[in-house]
């Protein structure tokens, strides 16, 4: 009975121990009547928001006026331990039969690369021809399949294909576990 | 450019002879900075295909080089508009492997991937299967071909990335 006669006694402006201070806090602001001008920053807050979005705007226009630039391709850059002029690789002289040798076997596979390509040609211009012949011939049947034949093919692209390998993959071969890791260089502009 | 070496007074009627560059058509003043502007892509009609990416992909850059060089002089004897012949960035990759008695991932090489573009366009349909098999007979060990549309998404991956306008802009937004 000490407890609820001390706390009779202890004034009004100080808060409850029971309650949390916080919303007893609240309470009291509440409670108390406000005649002072509440300093609340109304007008401030939409033009510092609209300043913000302004610069935002400036900013965004700015990176934007840059063009955009392209990655740079490593390929075509040559790497600085190949510039250096000091290596140089001294051949020893060739007889005579070994450059007769050299240029008539370079004689022979010009001749040689000269009819494959040749080949290719004429089997290219083979291909045409027996093409527009079918065609020729589909048109005379009937007119619709012609139409159809000579439209595109949306089943074509994309079209992709793995180059043939020296060797087959072998057989029951077990791969060591193991993982890959991109290294890229990443360009920022 | 009015008067050459031999000069003719202006009073004479030979002056102004041997002009001829009011006769060439004019040309448009180049700017020292061009903008790396995207050219229009091309949709192409019901017998034409539009544009078209022969994109190769290989570990070995002197094949991927030669073949690309082959494709372009091929396009090129067959008549076939090769509107844009460029390389896109290397790519390298890490291949580590795990050692059979430990853990440690150890380095087993550095591989860089080349990639090689033509883009053709206007290739009609009939031609299509006859350049695609030539092409693909004279494909080289390890070279991987795709054949497909240009879109602006190609494009752009050859474009470096902006992470700060990206990010202003989903600020924005």
């Known amino acids: 009975c000490l407890f609820f006669f001390l706390s009779s006694w202890l004034p009004q402006m100080v808060p409850s121990r029971g309650s949390h201070w916080q919303s007893s806090l609240l309470t009291l602001r509440a409670s108390l009547p406000m005649r002072a001008q509440p300093k609340k920053k109304k007008k401030v807050d939409p033009r510092r928001e609209q300043a913000q979005k302004d610069r935002m705007k400036k900013k965004i226009k700015k990176l934007e006026k840059a063009a955009p630039e392209m990655i740079p391709i490593e390929d075509f850059v040559t790497p600085p331990k190949y510039l250096d002029n000091s290596r140089v690789r001294s051949l020893p002289p060739l007889s005579f039969e070994e450059t007769e040798r050299r240029v008539l076997l370079m004689k022979r596979w010009c001749l040689f690369k000269q009819k494959q390509d040749k080949a290719e040609k004429q089997a290219i211009q083979t291909l045409i021809a027996a093409q527009q012949e079918a065609l020729k011939e589909l048109r005379l049947e009937s007119e619709e399949l012609y139409q159809a034949a000579i439209r595109r093919d949306e089943g074509l692209f994309p079209f992709e294909r793995e180059g043939p390998n020296y060797t087959p993959p072998l057989p029951g071969y077990d791969p060591p576990e193991g993982k890959c890791v991109d290294i890229t260089k990443v360009y920022t502009q | ?173």
């Open chain 2, 1 to 173: 450019a009015l008067v050459s070496c031999h000069r003719h007074y202006r009073s004479r009627p030979t002056h102004g002879i041997g002009r001829y560059k009011y006769l060439l058509p004019k040309e448009a003043p180049k700017k020292k900075r061009d903008r790396v502007q995207m050219k229009e892509i091309d949709v192409g009609t019901e017998h034409e295909y539009g544009d078209i990416n022969i994109q190769m992909t290989s570990y070995d850059m002197c094949l991927v080089e030669h073949f690309a060089q082959y494709v372009h002089r091929l396009c090129n004897r067959l008549a076939v508009r090769v509107k844009e012949s460029y390389a896109m960035p290397t790519k390298t990759n890490e291949v580590l492997f795990l050692e059979e008695r430990g853990s440690k991932m150890q380095l087993d090489a550095v591989l860089t991937t080349h990639q090689r573009v033509v883009q053709i366009s206007g290739l009609s349909s009939t031609f299509a299967p006859i350049l695609l098999e030539a092409i693909q007979s004279n494909q080289p060990e390890g070279v991987h071909l795709l054949v497909k549309e240009h879109t602006e998404a190609d494009f752009k991956s050859r474009l470096k990335s902006r992470p700060e306008l990206e990010e202003l802009l989903a600020q924005m937004s």
